[in-house]
């Protein structure tokens, strides 16, 4: 065991828990954040899960399993966050998605501890543009995993701030040389996410983010599973991706000749199923063109990202590139057209954001024994929050904003709505989050329904709809009937979210488990 980890033990750890990868990161004696090395000696653990007849294993292992036994082998479970549950059945049973990540979670706590010792206190990262539902979902997870969850934090801001302390932003004071604007471009497994900071002394603050939680590396592979797999029904008539195990192989193929392409001109691409075989060869020129429309995409979000910060490339310092799948030459170059700058790759794609959130973890410990904080996160929200209100011209459901996207938070904000008739005795207000002015375009976070209302309560009478939202992005909701004598205050029910039983019961399940059983 490393002695000046081990000197660091009782300390809590920053996790990055990536779509197909996830990385654990602690401070050592003098504050500097390090990755820790898994159980297998890897500094990533792929966020695979088999489930082997009662047996759970994650990681490595989990990865070579889809090429025998795919339909018991979870991927991408982050994906599916805010769902009820995970789309496939695994050892006969349907998990929330939050406890396959919570399973992935028990594998990288029980890993840091032989390392670190014994610790309970992590902060998780999360795409910036992760909506409600899914940040609670990750902090659900964390605690099924037998975590005390700190804090959950923006990826790119994580990002940011390791690349502040690599860069010597902060001095030992936690001040920095310069303002700077810096745009984090972070392109994952299966997130793209792109956020505007500033940095101003000790302070970093999001100026507007934006993204897009369906787009990642991921997508980059299925243009190649579904080249191999065009070409294999040409040939043969049949299709590779219909039967589970040949689909994961074809998958992994796809993705080894993805990453041969960011170092080479060209790959060769081999897929066998039922006694057939095709190996193809392709270029990296082939390969951006059949995937031009995923990097256009990210560029549309880019640009939109600086302009909701109010701001123009000439504004930007530095473009700060994250996320494994940033190192597809594609991507440098088209922000190095786009910026007219050299994109900045100076900070370990894959490491950065766990070292900025073991940086944050830190700062929250510091300040929980009273010190004073190195330096200060301001986030923004990425969604507007609104609750759904009765159009009083077509008498329709809109969405009324209640906190536009990219406040600064924390905020409080509050809306005044009113009963429709004398002597109602309940309301039910329903809490959305998104852009569109339909309800139903945007996603429901749930309702509070205040019951047993005074009675004789005229019509018209007030009804004040308070929001608080925190740092991390996270909400609470209260209600609140004036003048009815006393204020009713009531919590808000979620969708498809789990109770805190169900979570009890989950975490003494989950984190019970061994590393791999
Ligand atoms: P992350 O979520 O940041 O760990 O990124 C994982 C994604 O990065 C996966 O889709 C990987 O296939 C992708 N990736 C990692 N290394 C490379 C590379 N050299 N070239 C292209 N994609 C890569």
């Not at 003098?30 to 890897?42: K, M, Q, S, Y």
């Not at 007849?53 to 082998?73: L, P, R």
């Not at 990262?125 to 909506?131: L, R």
């Not at 294999?232 to 998958?251: C, M, Q, T, Y």
Request: charged fraction near 25%.
């Amino acid at each position: 065991m490393n002695e000046q980890l081990r000197a660091g033990a009782k300390q809590a750890v920053g996790i990055d828990l990536g779509t197909t990868f996830s990385v654990v990161a602690c401070l050592d004696d003098l504050g500097r954040p390090r990755t820790l090395i898994n159980a297998e000696g890897d500094k990533l653990t792929p966020s695979t899960i088999f489930f082997e007849s009662g047996h759970v294993v994650v990681g490595k292992e989990a990865v070579k399993a889809i090429a025998t036994d795919a339909a018991s082998v979870a991927e991408c479970s982050k994906r599916e966050l805010g769902q009820r549950f995970f789309h496939q059945t695994l050892g006969g049973r349907q998990y929330p998605p939050e406890a396959l990540e919570a399973f992935i979670l028990n594998k990288l706590r029980l890993d840091a501890r032989k390392q670190i010792g014994d610790f309970e206190h992590c902060v998780i990262t999360v795409p910036a543009y992760f909506d409600e539902t899914r940040r609670k979902a990750t902090q659900d997870a964390g605690f099924m995993a037998g975590f005390e969850v700190l804090d959950i934090i923006n990826e790119p801001t994580a990002a940011a701030v390791a690349f502040g302390f690599q860069h010597g932003f902060l001095r030992p004071d936690g001040t920095s040389d310069l303002p700077r604007k810096i745009l984090v471009y972070d392109l994952g497994g299966g997130t793209f996410d792109v956020t505007v900071m500033e940095i101003r002394g000790n302070q970093f603050n999001a100026l507007a983010t934006d993204g897009d939680v369906m787009l990642g590396g991921r997508d980059w592979d299925q243009r190649l599973v579904d080249f191999v797999a065009e070409e294999f029904i040409r040939k043969f008539g049949v299709d590779p991706r219909e039967e589970p195990n040949a689909s994961g192989r074809l998958w992994r193929e796809c993705e080894d000749a993805k990453r041969t392409l960011s170092a080479r001109t060209k790959a060769t691409l081999a897929c066998d199923y039922r006694g057939n075989a095709v190996r193809l060869e392709i270029t990296r020129q082939r390969f951006q063109e059949m995937t031009q429309d995923l990097l256009d995409r990210t560029a549309f979000t880019t640009r939109q990202a600086i302009q909701a910060a109010g701001l123009e490339w000439k504004d930007i310092d530095r473009v700060l590139l994250i996320g494994g799948s940033s190192r597809m030459p594609a991507v440098v170059e088209m922000l190095r057209k786009l910026s007219g700058r050299e994109p900045d790759c100076s900070v370990s794609p894959d490491e950065a954001v766990a070292h900025g959130a073991a940086l944050h973890a830190g700062i929250i410990l510091a300040r929980n024994r009273g010190e004073t904080p190195k330096f200060k996160i301001r986030n923004v929200n990425s969604h507007s929050l609104g609750v759904v209100a009765t159009e009083a011209q077509t008498n329709r459901p809109r969405n009324a904003i209640v906190i536009p996207r990219n406040t600064p938070l924390p905020v409080n904000a509050r809306r005044v709505f009113r009963t429709q008739k004398p002597g109602q005795r309940s309301i039910r207000v329903q809490i959305v989050e998104g852009e569109s002015m339909s309800p139903d375009d945007c996603s429901q976070l749930g309702k509070c329904t205040v019951r047993d209302l005074p009675p004789n309560l005229p019509a018209q009478t007030p009804i004040e709809v308070q929001f608080r939202y925190e740092e991390n992005g996270r909400l609470t909701v209260k209600v609140e009937v004036s003048g009815a004598g006393k204020q009713l205050e009531h919590e808000l029910m979620r969708e498809n979210s789990l109770t805190p039983e169900q979570l009890r019961s989950w975490r003494s399940y989950i984190s019970g488990l061994p590393a791999s059983t």
